[in-house]
């Protein structure tokens, strides 16, 4: 799970991301939320336009109105008394994974939109996937178009059963299951009376019930962006990932293991405290002068070096990944060239389904690759850290697929 | 969240030989200024273009020329003089080619003029549905369009350059909301143009062109005050822009061109 950082005065972040089956109402859900909400102070009001067409709210673009059809991902802001919400619309097109995953890397927990008249369909599947190899493992399911099956209780249950089972597989386990009609707000924001059957919160309350698991507190890490030479000492800048950073603090830079101490913490203006999780900051040291892509931790904690990386690789371009082909692999501040060395244990990402041994990783294939890298690179396993254990795979400059390390 | 966009703005720092970013002296654009100056500890080491299409109040003007002194700013000016010089307005043609020709093209005249590669511009995605699905690295082609529903993927903080675009667009304040601003602007202190101050039962809420900005009723003088205001308004941000009201997907057509 990312940090969630705020700063002085802000309220805490908490970010959704409406995944699930094209066509089976996450646009929906979040426009009947926006509308019930919007009663908020502080909170523009709905158009009046998208009334009964609430995926509107969101789908804001000509074709994505005509075709009734998310095409890319969408940020929408809800300010509460206690914190604020961030809902993460995404397409549930197949050929639009790229932008559920620009939507869903920034989201710190899900909704899975599930139609009860179609069930489980394989983007259903793909998409929790998704989430449990993204690490976001808060997911409320919220079964849409209850409608379809009558408001039926066992016909509930039934759909339940096989999300709680399919995201349990995945190592998921859910933070409720709710019986929804997006269009017409049954269980969104109020409970509907016309399931007395269910007793449990409705879509808004489970939300406000989330509790998320902090990240724990760890040594440092302070991948290094670039170095200011504009005036007086050089100022090595870049944002804390991990722990603090105060002056006369001790570091090794890494790769390389060479011994710094930190002389001076930089601000504008002039702000000599620690830097904590989070904050983007100046340092100047004593030392040899570390370089963008360097991360900086403390003597007694360092992370991994490794020449030979290797991490669960989603492929995304239609060029498959193949067995001895060089992309770029960017972690953190570092880019460094890898060529593939093995693929291992592939995965159909639409039935979950083990693939035969192949020497290549095609779109929408989940594999374990191995690379030889030209240089060093500075990596953590993803559970330990987030922030060095991800990485992103590109091919001229555009991201292919993505990883985390194991 | 200052920080993220600190983060976002040192990215494109180091990633590029050639980045500048565009100033409106609008609240955003001079937040997004500030933020350049403590992103690089006081100074501005990139030049400021400010597209001027003429139009633009007179507070505006002066409020420039006093922060581009004080704040020792390298500003460029960026005028599509053959258009003004046909006499372009919003009252010769509809607001969509006046804003395309005073705006688009004057900018894509400056960067071709100056060779940047990458722009930062201070756009937030809660201003407009069509904003709300920007990218922070956004890349442009040559013929500047952007294709909205053909992104490339951007993952986490890792953004990826792409190597065919013409130039990118960099976006640091996406993630903060217009009150978020207002509670910035006091947090830091940060100069506020006097359009946005109530006089005589009116400010504006959104400032471009004095032609097409409607200033909204409001007794707002100061900046605790506009934030009370929005604190407990349901009116959107940018009611009182004449540009978004002339079509329904007017923004999104002007945007896919290469406006702002």
């Known amino acids: 799970m990312s940090p969630l950082v705020t700063g002085a005065g802000e309220k805490p972040l908490l970010r959704i991301a409406m995944v699930g089956h094209v066509d089976h109402g996450k646009s929906t859900l979040i426009g009947r939320i926006r509308h019930e909400m919007s009663a908020l102070p502080g909170t523009a009001a709905v158009d009046a336009s998208v009334a009964g067409n609430w995926a509107f709210v969101t789908d804001q673009l000509q074709e994505e109105r005509e075709r009734e059809m998310t095409i890319d991902t969408t940020q929408t802001f809800l300010d509460t008394p206690v914190c604020r919400l961030v809902f993460i619309d995404v397409p549930g097109h197949q050929e639009l994974i790229q932008n559920m995953l620009s939507g869903a890397t920034r989201a710190d927990a899900a909704v899975l939109v599930l139609a009860g008249d179609e069930g489980v369909q394989v983007q259903t599947r793909r998409h929790a996937l998704l989430l449990a190899m993204l690490g976001i493992r808060t997911v409320i399911v919220a079964v849409n178009k209850m409608d379809t099956l009558g408001r039926r209780e066992d016909a509930f249950r039934a759909l339940e059963q096989t999300a709680v089972d399919e995201l349990r597989a995945l190592g998921i386990e859910t933070s409720g299951v709710i019986p929804v009609v997006a269009r017409d707000g049954d269980n969104v924001v109020h409970r509907s009376e016309a399931m007395p059957w269910y007793d449990g919160p409705s879509v808004m309350e489970a939300i406000g019930e989330l509790e998320l698991a902090v990240a724990p507190v760890d040594a440092l890490r302070f991948p290094v962006q670039g170095v200011l030479r504009h005036d007086g000492p050089a100022t090595i800048v870049g944002r804390v990932l991990s722990g603090s950073v105060a002056e006369g603090d001790a570091l090794t830079v890494c790769p390389g293991g060479a011994a710094v101490t930190v002389r001076a913490i930089r601000r ?83 039935t979950l389904d083990p693939l035969p041994p192949g020497e290549a990783l095609a779109a929408m294939q989940l594999g374990t690759v191995a690379f030889a890298a030209e240089r060093a690179v500075v990596v953590e396993t993803f559970d330990r850290m987030a922030g060095l254990g991800r990485f992103v795979l590109e091919r001229k400059g555009t991201a292919a697929g993505f990883g985390i390390v194991g | 969240m200052e920080s993220e966009s600190i983060y976002v703005i040192r990215e494109a720092y180091s990633r590029y030989a050639k980045v500048a970013m565009l100033w409106s002296m609008g609240k955003d654009s001079t937040s997004l200024l500030w933020l350049v100056r403590k992103a690089f500890l006081g100074k501005v080491p990139i030049p400021v273009i400010h597209i001027d299409t003429s139009y633009k109040f007179p507070e505006i003007y002066t409020f420039r020329d006093r922060l581009a002194k004080e704040w020792d700013l390298d500003l460029r000016i960026a005028r599509n003089e053959e258009a003004l010089a046909d006499g372009m307005g919003p009252k010769k043609i509809d607001k969509f080619a006046c804003c395309n020709a005073l705006k688009t093209v004057a900018l894509k005249q400056a960067i071709a003029g100056m060779g940047f590669e990458a722009l930062l511009l201070g756009i937030r995605r809660d201003e407009h549905g069509v904003r709300a699905k920007e990218r922070y690295f956004s890349p442009r082609a040559q013929d500047f369009s952007w294709n909205v529903g053909a992104q490339p993927p951007e993952l986490w903080d890792l953004y990826a350059t792409v190597d065919e675009a013409a130039h990118d667009r960099i976006h640091p304040l996406l993630h903060m909301t217009e009150l978020d601003i207002w509670r910035y602007v006091r947090r830091e202190g940060i100069p506020v143009n006097p359009l946005y101050l109530a006089k005589d039962g009116k400010r504006f809420r959104s400032i471009g062109c004095a032609p097409c900005c409607a200033p909204i009723p409001s007794t707002a003088t100061t900046v605790d005050e506009i934030i009370a205001e929005l604190e407990v308004s349901r009116e959107p941000e940018r009611a009182g822009r004449a540009q978004d009201k002339e079509n329904a997907f007017t923004m999104q057509k002007l945007r896919s061109l290469g406006y702002m």
């Not at chain 1, 900051?281 to 403390?298: F, H, M, Q, T, Y």
């Not at chain 1, 991490?311 to 960017?330: D, K």
């Open chain 1, 268 to 350: 504008f203006p002039e702000d000599h405290a620690p830097a904590q999780t989070g904050e983007s900051v100046g340092l100047v040291l004593d030392g040899p002068e570390p370089s963008r892509g360097d991360v900086l931790a403390p003597a007694g904690d360092l992370p991994q070096v490794t020449r030979t990386p290797a991490g669960r690789v989603f492929w995304l371009a239609e060029t498959p990944l193949a067995l001895g082909e060089e992309v770029a692999l960017r972690c953190a501040t570092q880019v460094v060239p890898v060529r593939v060395e093995a693929i291992a244990d592939r995965l159909d990402s639409a």
